[in-house]
């Protein structure tokens, strides 16, 4: 006959071995619902970002992922995701819109896949000018709305949220590389030039070698959910596509 006491030492140690197991280590975040984006022509993207209840505690920030595309073609409206339509832009546009899409279309990608999915396309994170982006976009600003905003031309492209603007700032890859001639969102000769394009200049821009004559830049970006598990390793939700933005002329 199994007695009171050796009853309650069962039952600590059932909650012990459960507590060991990681079952309560499983770590989940939904992405940025593709319906709460709204884009107007390749210059602007209105997000409105999601709210979170109190369960997802391991959350810390929202993050924007980018890519620069050199191209000789000059998109004046929306830039559809046709295949075709990414290539005439550039084929490494194409390919990366591609080979992440499959990826924007489950809440089921696990966080490491997410992560390294960006890493390995040569995809940065978005930063700000004198500013921790990670702090603006916390879970001060869930249920707010992000607008990016690249102006047409002569101003540098910007992000705004909470009444307030900063401007955008390009990765230097946590010091991998040294984007030129600065850090803007600017089509200028340097950044479009095909012999800055490398692993330690300006490796967040892909290349483009048969242009004959006009030079323009595009920027590709995803927003993800993100936070942090319990060895305080990042995590990510699935990403959501944001927009083809054109960068404006000096």
């Known amino acids: 006959m199994r007695t009171k006491d050796s009853s309650f030492f069962f039952f600590i140690l059932l909650v012990f071995l459960l507590s060991s197991c990681g079952i309560e280590d499983y770590y989940f975040l939904y992405s940025v619902p593709q319906g709460n984006i709204q884009v107007t022509l390749n210059n602007r993207a209105i997000i409105q970002l999601p709210s979170l209840s109190a369960e997802y505690y391991y959350f810390t920030n929202f993050t924007i992922f980018y890519r620069l595309y050199i191209s000789g073609s000059q998109e004046s409206g929306a830039i559809q995701t046709s295949p075709a339509s990414l ?3 550039n084929s490494y546009l194409s390919s990366d819109y591609l080979a992440i899409e499959p990826y ?4 089921t990608t696990v966080s490491a896949t997410t992560g390294s999915l960006f890493k390995g396309r040569n995809f940065y994170k978005l930063e700000l000018e004198n500013a921790n982006i990670d702090d603006i ?3 001060e ?3 707010q709305t992000l607008i990016i905003d690249f102006p047409v031309t002569g101003v540098r492209p910007f992000l ?3 009444g307030s603007s900063r401007t955008l700032y390009r990765s230097t890859g946590e010091g991998s590389f040294n984007p030129v001639p600065n850090r803007y969102f600017l089509n200028t000769s340097e950044l479009n030039s095909s ?3 490398s692993s330690t200049v300006n490796a967040d821009v892909a290349n483009k070698n048969d ?3 006009s030079r323009f830049t595009y920027a590709a970006m995803y927003i993800v959910v993100t936070g942090i598990d319990s060895n305080f ?3 990510y939700s699935a990403p959501t596509f944001i927009n083809i933005f054109a960068l404006p002329n000096p």
């Open 211 to 213: 242009i004959s004559g």
């Open 87 to 89: 290539s005439s832009i």
């Open 233 to 235: 390793t990042p995590i």
């Open 104 to 107: 924007t279309k489950s809440d």
């Open 195 to 197: 012999s800055n394009v």
């Open 160 to 162: 705004s949220i909470g």
């Open 137 to 139: 976009l916390s879970s």
């Open 141 to 143: 600003v869930m249920g």
